[in-house]
Antibody
Framework: QVQLQESGPGLVKPAETLSLTCTVSGESSTDYYYNWFRQPPGRGLEWIGYIFYSGSTNYNPSLKSRVSISRETSKWQFSLKVTSVTAADTAMYYC????????????WGQGTLVTVSS | QSALTQPASVSGSPGQSITISCTGTSSDVGIYSYVCWYQQHPGKAPKLIIFDVTSRPSGISNRFSGSKSGNTASLTISGLQAEDEADYYCSSYTRSSTLIFGGGTKLTVL
């Protein structure tokens, strides 16, 4: 059974770069998209972007200038970087497998809370 | 790109049926059959319960059903149970090849 686990610092200073890693276990196929989402406390979900196993990426236009998603294929890990963070980037960050079109996105990791504060 | 529109809250008694609407535009819900619904319990990650407008993932109860008419998709939960109390989010693929969500609907089981 495929499982995803997010990891990274829980506290980031304003203007710095937020870096998170998603580790995938139990996966054998390379034919999947891996997404990042976030959810500010008490608010709704936002799609950040995805990377396909081949390396192609697609980002939410509202975040595109500050976001990058990359992968380490040998380790089944996918990384998210968000530059120049502000308090508005404080959120629970989730990684999840699947297409944003056909088939839906599942499973999801448990999420990791990132707070932007000095 | 604007978010999809969902009611902030709905409620129902055990055993009843409720429907949550999700209104988009002709650039997302109206032109694609790629609407999903996610259930999120407090402190938990979202869980996919409907994909491609009407399909249920393995293990999801047939009490959950989805539909779409024009620019509006709907999630119906029949035979409400206490465990259904959660937040529900719809999402849709868009003409810009991105994904947008609704603002979420809090379901209260009375």
């Amino acid at each position: 059974q495929v499982q995803l686990q997010e990891s990274g610092p829980g506290l980031v200073k304003p203007a710095e770069t937020l870096s998170l890693t998603c580790t995938v276990s139990g996966e054998s196929s390379t034919d999947y998209y891996y997404n990042w989402f976030r959810q500010p406390p008490g608010r709704g979900l936002e799609w950040i972007g995805y990377i396909f196993y081949s390396g192609s990426t697609n980002y939410n236009p509202s975040l595109k200038s500050r976001v990058s998603i990359s992968r380490e294929t040998s380790k089944w890990q996918f990384s998210l970087k968000v530059t120049s963070v502000t308090a508005a980037d404080t959120a629970m960050y989730y990684c999840a497998r699947g297409s944003i079109a056909a088939g839906g996105v599942q499973p999801w990791g448990q999420g990791t809370l990132v707070t932007v504060s000095s | 790109q604007s978010a999809l529109t969902q009611p902030a809250s709905v409620s129902g008694s055990p055993g009843q049926s409720i429907t949550i609407s999700c209104t988009g535009t002709s650039s997302d819900v109206g032109i694609y059959s790629y609407v999903c619904w996610y259930q999120q319990h407090p402190g938990k990650a979202p869980k996919l319960i409907i994909f491609d407008v009407t399909s249920r993932p393995s293990g999801i109860s047939n009490r959950f059903s989805g539909s779409k008419s024009g620019n509006t998709a709907s999630l119906t939960i029949s035979g409400l149970q206490a465990e259904d109390e959660a937040d529900y989010y719809c999402s849709s693929y868009t003409r810009s090849s991105t994904l947008i969500f609704g603002g979420g609907t809090k379901l209260t089981v009375l």
